[in-house]
């Protein structure tokens, strides 16, 4: 496995380094984002740029349509009820299995610096890759005319790390503290007023090479529409705070289009 730092700008980036990890957390912490510039060195994301491009021909592309809270509808409320209310996100994905060993993302990803790094930022004990083989390391497509629909997270965390930036549009935009998931407050009048372009979100400006720490699971969020022909490529670098865990097949089959059954 390569050394993390042929891969990590350890120009910028002392992943070890005790003040350097305090204020990622405070930033983090403050701001619910980070954003890392150049945390990757040019050539090893060259490296998984081209292997996303000999990649893409395996990637399953689908559409769905979904609420912002990601949840099943609800009788409650009317169709366009924020708690109701559609939108749509389109993407192609390949997973884990079909990242190659010597990629720089595994490097990264199996790293125990790297881990205790996020442990430290993200205020967790430990960090494990998922049991299946499927969604540990996700490589995320966007073509033309695709994108993420405003929602929210069910985790408390996402790792991203920017690979391609499309020629325009793909933006990530997000809306902090837009409802107060552990108090069950879904704010709807805040909601509604963002599906329905009265508030607008903050876009966060990231170049390839970015990592990015998210708490999505209270921020509204989305990615626009994709332009032109150049596709946007994303990678989520997933953990869990337990051991043992993997998706469920149903999951694994709707965000995958096959399970770990079919390997």
């Given at each position: 496995?390569?050394?993390?730092?042929?891969?990590?700008?350890?120009?910028?980036?002392?992943?070890?380094?005790?003040g350097?990890?305090?204020?990622?957390?405070?930033?983090?912490?403050?701001?619910?984002?980070?954003?890392?510039?150049?945390?990757?060195?040019?050539?090893?994301?060259?490296?998984?740029k081209?292997?996303?491009?000999?990649?893409?021909?395996?990637?399953?592309?689908?559409?769905?349509?979904?609420?912002?809270?990601?949840?099943?509808?609800?009788?409650?409320?009317?169709?366009?009820?924020?708690?109701?209310?559609?939108?749509?996100?389109?993407?192609?994905?390949?997973?884990?299995?079909?990242?190659?060993?010597d990629?720089?993302?595994?490097?990264?990803?199996?790293?125990?610096?790297?881990?205790?790094?996020?442990?430290?930022?993200?205020?967790?004990?430990?960090?494990?890759?998922?049991?299946?083989?499927?969604s540990?390391?996700?490589?995320?497509?966007?073509?033309?005319?695709?994108?993420?629909?405003?929602?929210?997270?069910?985790?408390?965390?996402?790792?991203?790390?920017?690979?391609?930036?499309?020629?325009?549009g793909?933006?990530?935009?997000?809306v902090?503290?837009?409802?107060?998931?552990s108090?069950?407050?879904?704010?709807?009048?805040?909601?509604?007023?963002?599906?329905?372009?009265?508030?607008?979100?903050?876009?966060?400006?990231m170049?390839?090479?970015?990592?990015?720490?998210?708490?999505?699971?209270?921020?509204?969020?989305?990615?626009?529409?994709?332009?032109?022909?150049?596709?946007?490529?994303?990678?989520?670098?997933?953990?869990?705070?337990?051991?043992?865990?993997?998706?469920?097949?149903?999951?694994?089959?709707?965000f995958?289009?096959?399970?770990?059954?079919?390997?």
């Amino acid at each position: 496995m390569r050394d993390l730092k042929e891969i990590v700008n350890n120009e910028y980036y002392n992943l070890n380094d005790s003040g350097f990890r305090a204020r990622c957390k405070n930033t983090l912490d403050q701001q619910g984002v980070l954003v890392l510039d150049n945390f990757i060195q040019p050539s090893a994301i060259q490296q998984v740029k081209q292997e996303g491009e000999a990649n893409q021909h395996l990637a399953y592309f689908c559409q769905q349509s979904h609420s912002a809270y990601l949840t099943p509808a609800d009788s409650n409320y009317p169709a366009q009820h924020p708690q109701n209310f559609q939108v749509g996100s389109s993407k192609g994905c390949i997973t884990d299995d079909q990242i190659a060993q010597d990629s720089p993302l595994r490097a990264v990803y199996d790293a125990q610096d790297f881990r205790q790094f996020l442990c430290h930022v993200l205020d967790e004990e430990s960090l494990y890759e998922y049991a299946d083989p499927l969604s540990s390391i996700n490589l995320h497509y966007a073509r033309a005319g695709e994108e993420l629909g405003w929602h929210f997270d069910n985790s408390s965390f996402a790792i991203t790390l920017l690979v391609q930036k499309p020629e325009a549009g793909g933006v990530f935009e997000y809306v902090k503290d837009a409802r107060n998931s552990s108090q069950g407050d879904m704010n709807y009048p805040l909601v509604e007023s963002i599906l329905q372009g009265g508030v607008k979100g903050t876009a966060l400006s990231m170049e390839p090479g970015a990592l990015v720490l998210f708490r999505g699971r209270d921020s509204l969020h989305r990615v626009t529409p994709v332009k032109g022909d150049t596709t946007r490529m994303l990678v989520v670098l997933a953990y869990n705070s337990q051991p043992g865990i993997a998706l469920s097949e149903f999951a694994q089959e709707t965000f995958y289009g096959r399970s770990a059954k079919a390997i």
